[in-house]
């Protein structure tokens, strides 16, 4: 139906004003998006060391071209001190104490973490596992250290070179990682590696860790299984080598001797120790961990009787008397019992070994350190995880 002449009439003005508005609207200025908000991160976000360790820590500045930052120690100088680079020295005093970076483009945009310093060293009581590759499936690994009740020591191993690699610098990734939510032992040579190192391959390999590492690694484990048979000639020299150069280094060092029954002769552990590190040797002093490597399915199936454990541990706190002392390694030395059929064996093993106590030597700290975490403990899903959790949870 058309529109009436004087309906027309009325409807012209009122549609010229509107475009007149809607005109002068869209010449205005565009709206201008506010910039995006500076943020800074810190990595890691958390760190435990030992009294004057070292530990880098960098900063990643986005919304801002600008990705330069300002470190600082949030309690002072008495607490530590960090470099322009982001290296932080642990004070001589232990505690929990933060290190800041604060964007230089945006003085209100910062990022904390968190220094725990003295964790390993005064733990009383040490639950350990054992990552033979901290390299594979990293964020897994972290994961399930991180969702465990208490805090770990993780013996980490590293391999020695095949083609050229790995070097240290290849781990400091996963290390540092590791290192944000648990303590970490390392072990630079491990003894189905010692015989390969001449004494001169192995200075360098220490001092290559030492450099790389050292500010992420919580405890230098010098030597494994050391009375072993299988670790070939000039075994001591390549010791001392690793334990002079992590003491010089400030660093506290572990060593594991490696227990049969029956031994084999001419290996058998105390006696070897006897003869290898007598009174007045300097690891005898020195060493701040002695520790015992033990597989029941390479000694028969024995299971070690509380008397056995007993005497063992006696007699090795009498000759490391400033040392902890405790198990450094356990598992299956052939093959793991595979699940679901072996869910029950293993779980018996791991049980057997956490709950291990000497009420008579009172600086045995448990340990442990299951070879196989990285195999059946992570992802934190498998049924290994939750045994060591309630382990952990009723310990």
Known sequence: MLASQSARLVLVPILVAISALAACMGAGPATTPPPPAVSVSVVPHAASLSPGQSVTFSASVTGSSDGAVVWKVVEGSAAGSISSAGLYTAPSSTGTYRVMATSHADPAANDTATLTVGTAATSSWIWGVTTDDPTVNTTQQVTALQSLPKRVIVRTVFDPPSGGSPVASDYVSSVTQIAAVADVMGLPVDSSATSGFSLAAINSRIAEYLGALGGLVSIWEIG??????WLGTGVMPKLEAMYDAAEAAGKPTALTFYYENPPTPGYDMIPWIDANIPPGHRMRAGLEYALVSYYEDQNGGHQLTQAE????????????????????????????????????????????FYNYRVPTVPRFVGGSFYWHFRQTMVPKTKPDWAVLQTLISSG
Request: hydrophobic residues 40%; proline residues 8%; positive net charge.
């Open 224 to 229: 494994n299984e050391v009375n072993g048979n």
């Open 309 to 352: 454990i007993n005497g063992l541990f006696t007699a090795l706190a009498e000759r490391f008397p400033n040392a902890k002392v405790g198990f450094g390694e356990f598992g299956w030395g052939r093959s793991i019992p595979p699940s679901p059929g072996g869910d029950a064996t293993r779980a018996a093993l791991i049980q057997r």
